[in-house]
């Protein structure tokens, strides 16, 4: 089970920081997407972390202004969001999978055991 956190309102420009913590097993040497959902859009990828290497990517709106990384401990998945944007709005939630390719290979559909999600909103 992957439980999301972090979420929040923040005012455009603000920042905030979202964790996937893993309930009973590890994300180490699994590949962690994040994605989010606003109201009445359809599910988009917005960044990974790589089981291979730790490689990262990130969706074309969110480089430059999200960092993904993974905890000392291993069971967490941190997604670090600066300079937001009232677009940025959404429920964001994150799956593990272990692929055989770099995560961002693989679509939305591809990845299967989300969490519940945690809401950001982004107003002044």
């Known amino acids: 089970q992957l439980v999301e956190s972090g979420g929040g309102l923040v005012q455009p420009g603000g920042s905030l920081r979202l964790s996937c913590k893993a309930s009973?097993?590890?994300?180490?040497?699994?590949?962690v997407m994040w994605s989010r959902q606003a109201p009445g859009k359809e599910r988009e990828l917005v960044s990974c972390?790589?089981?291979?290497?730790?490689?990262?990517w990130y969706q074309d709106s969110a480089k430059g202004r999200f960092t993904i990384g993974r905890d000392n401990s291993r069971d967490t998945v941190w997604l670090q969001m600066n300079n937001l944007k009232p677009e940025d709005t959404a429920v964001y939630s994150c799956?593990?999978?272990?692929?055989?390719?770099?995560?961002?290979?693989?679509?939305?559909?591809?990845?299967?055991?989300w969490g519940q999600g945690t809401q950001v909103t982004v107003s002044a």
């Open positions: 799956s593990e999978e272990s692929f055989a390719l770099s995560c961002w290979n693989y679509r939305v559909d591809e990845y299967h055991n």
């Open positions: 009973g097993f590890t994300l180490d040497f699994k590949d």
């Open positions: 972390i790589s089981s291979h290497d730790d490689s990262t």
